[in-house]
């Protein structure tokens, strides 16, 4: 059995700023390292934030692999809430905000909640963005059927994201990529005693 969660009560919503409880729990994961799953949830509004960090530190990574066809579509994601995470081929870009979450996936779980962001558009997009936004998700069903090849690519300035496969291609960022990359801050305010 593993460690036990460490649960602790009294931090500030970031959302209506009432006090909600933050669980946190370590874990040594084979092929990850040490890792902190944190869940923070607030019963006032029903804020939730989810994240997986890393214990340790490493260097700012840039992570990439081609997925070609529907065997590809096994590689494992495993992104913190500070990566950015983009698929060039269909122009998605998922950048880390105050509400970003990290998650473990894999490429066609990605495709899947790029899918999902698209359709939330659609109900409001018009004209050429509708256009867009339609043509983007059939390349994206051509994607998660294995007929169309895409590449994953993780931008991680604090190098604790993680793409598991064969072909996995990794190299430090510049100090440069990492100033311009946005981070995401997730601050919690505990009581004074």
């Keep these: 059995m593993g460690p036990l969660p460490t649960q602790m009560q009294g931090f500030s919503c970031p959302s209506c ?13 084979p092929l990850f390292g040490h890792l902190v799953i944190q869940t923070f949830s607030c019963k006032h509004c029903g804020f939730k934030l989810n ?6 530190f490493h260097a700012p990574t840039r992570l990439e692999v081609r997925v070609n066809g529907k065997e590809d579509l096994n590689v494992k ?12 081929e269909l122009g998605a870009k998922v950048e880390p905000g105050p509400a970003s979450m990290g998650f473990y996936t894999n490429a066609e779980g990605l495709l899947e909640r790029v899918g999902d962001a698209l359709n939330v ?4 997009a018009k004209g050429k963005e509708l256009d867009t936004a ?9 994607c998660r059927q294995g007929k169309k090849p895409f590449t994953v690519v993780l931008w991680d300035p604090y190098g604790n994201s993680k793409l598991l496969g064969s072909r996995v291609v990794e ?3 510049s100090e440069e990529e990492t100033r311009n990359l946005k981070k995401s801050v997730q601050l919690f305010e505990s009581e004074k005693k």
């Design 17 to 29: 700023s009432n006090k909600g409880v933050l669980v946190q729990v370590a874990q040594n994961i």
């Design 51 to 56: 994240d997986v960090m890393e214990a340790e």
């Design 77 to 88: 994601i495993v992104r913190n809430s500070s990566a950015t995470i983009e698929i060039p």
């Design 121 to 124: 558009l659609l109900n409001s």
């Design 134 to 142: 339609v043509k983007v998700l059939e390349d994206l069903s051509q």
């Design 171 to 173: 190299r430090p960022l």
